[in-house]
Every structure is written in structure tokens, then in C-alpha cells.
């Protein structure tokens, strides 16, 4: 099992460039989420989907879309990027049933200029 | 709304000393999980200990156990033997049993001195 891998691990864009940032697992996880971590705040969650075809909004959805056609892949995309958007990002999928532990990727260091 | 507070941005312990890292939550619900996940320098988020909240028992993980106290909103994580590798960035987080979206802290930075 290669878990909840994520690609690029780094990324630099100029404001005003979009770009999606990937998001698989091979875990057969219904629920997977995106969250952005700032320097000393919690993780805030972005968006989040609960299976294929469904997603929603988190706390901070703004400049952000999600589509999920599969189980296992759920992007993320910056429209527009702004300096706002710097940012770690975290893809994160979990089951439904049992204690909902979920298990992450390895993030996404995105330097927006 | 849920709400998480962790209210010790840092804490520091000579190695193998104990060190408890506090937290505290606000839920107005019964069913409901809590987490406290571990993020070294490498960023990568990893799950140390979990507790359901209707288990009275405290939960152990090695040298991790937690202090669960469901009146007071309270679930600490205490670290036994602390070792250099258990340097890092700690977060609590709560999970409804009725939705699946974590509620983090704000996070405590822990240091291991040698």
C-alpha cells in the first residue's frame, strides 16, 4: 500500500497562474479532505468529499475547486493563484466506520509570488 | 460550533523525563473521537493516540497515554521517557461522531533536550 501520496511536494507560482495539486490513495477510503496549515494555526480544512461524485465546502473554500470521478484520486485546484495561498496543503482520507482516523499525505509546500 | 484549544504554543523536557501537553475542547455533543497526531520536521502527520469519547479507560500507546476527562473537556497527552525522535509539532483534534471533519489546535511545538 503506497497510502495517500501527493504530487509536486513543492510548488511556485505567480500570482494570477493556476495549477492542481494531486491527491491519491489505495486504500479504498470513502472520505478524503484537503486542509492548509499556516504557521502556528491548526490545519484548516478546504474541502472535503465523502465518495465519488460528492463534495463539499470546509472552512476555507475560497480560490480553491475539488472534483472527485473516483475513490482514489481527489484534486485540488488553485483558479487563480494569490500570495494569500502560500501554504502547506495536506490531503488526508479516512473510512467511514470505526474510530474515523484519518491518514495523510505527505503536503504540498506552495510559495505563491 | 466545536472548538480546540491547545494552550501551550511550546514545551520543552530533558530526555527521559515525562511531559504532559494540554488540551482542551468545547462540544455540546456525546458521541465524538479524539486525536492527537504528531508532525516532525519531515511535516508528514502521524497519528499517536486515539479515544472514543464513551470509553472510560484511558488510552496507552507505549510510552503515549492520554488523560481523558469528559466532564471537563479535558485530554492531555502524556509522554513517558521522552526520546529525541518524539521532537516535534503536537496536535489535538476532535472528530463528531456525526461528521467526519477534524477540528485541530493550534498546536504545541515540543523540545527534547539532550
Known amino acids: 500500500n503506497a497510502g495517500v501520496t501527493q504530487t509536486p511536494k513543492f510548488q511556485v507560482l505567480k500570482t494570477g497562474q493556476s495549477m492542481t495539486l494531486q491527491c491519491a490513495q489505495d486504500m479504498n477510503h470513502e472520505y478524503m479532505s484537503w486542509y492548509r496549515q499556516d504557521p502556528g494555526m491548526g490545519l484548516r480544512l478546504i474541502h472535503y468529499?465523502?465518495?465519488?461524485?460528492?463534495?463539499d465546502q470546509g472552512e476555507v473554500p475560497n480560490g480553491y475547486n475539488v472534483s472527485r470521478s473516483t475513490t482514489e484520486d481527489f484534486p485540488l485546484r488553485l483558479l487563480s493563484a494569490a500570495p494569500s495561498q502560500t501554504s502547506v496543503y495536506f490531503c488526508?482520507?479516512?473510512?467511514?466506520?470505526?474510530?474515523?482516523?484519518?491518514?495523510f499525505g505527505p503536503g504540498t509546500r506552495l510559495t505563491v509570488t | 460550533a466545536q472548538t480546540v484549544t491547545q494552550s501551550q504554543p511550546e514545551m520543552s523536557v530533558q530526555e527521559a523525563e515525562t511531559v504532559t501537553l494540554s488540551c482542551t475542547y468545547d462540544t455540546s455533543e456525546s458521541d465524538y473521537y479524539l486525536f492527537w497526531y504528531k508532525q516532525p520536521p519531515s511535516r508528514q502527520m502521524i497519528l499517536v493516540i486515539r479515544?472514543?469519547?464513551?470509553k472510560q479507560q484511558n488510552a496507552t500507546e507505549n510510552r503515549f497515554s492520554v488523560n481523558f476527562q469528559k466532564a471537563a473537556k479535558s485530554f492531555s497527552l502524556k509522554i513517558s521517557d521522552s526520546q529525541l525522535g518524539d521532537a516535534a509539532m503536537y496536535f489535538c483534534a476532535y472528530r463528531s461522531g456525526s461528521n467526519y471533519q477534524l477540528i485541530w489546535g493550534a498546536g504545541t511545538k515540543l523540545i527534547i533536550k539532550p
Open positions: 488526508a482520507s479516512s473510512y467511514f466506520s470505526g474510530s474515523y482516523e484519518q491518514y
Open positions: 468529499s465523502v465518495g465519488a461524485g460528492i463534495t
Open positions: 479515544q472514543e469519547a464513551y
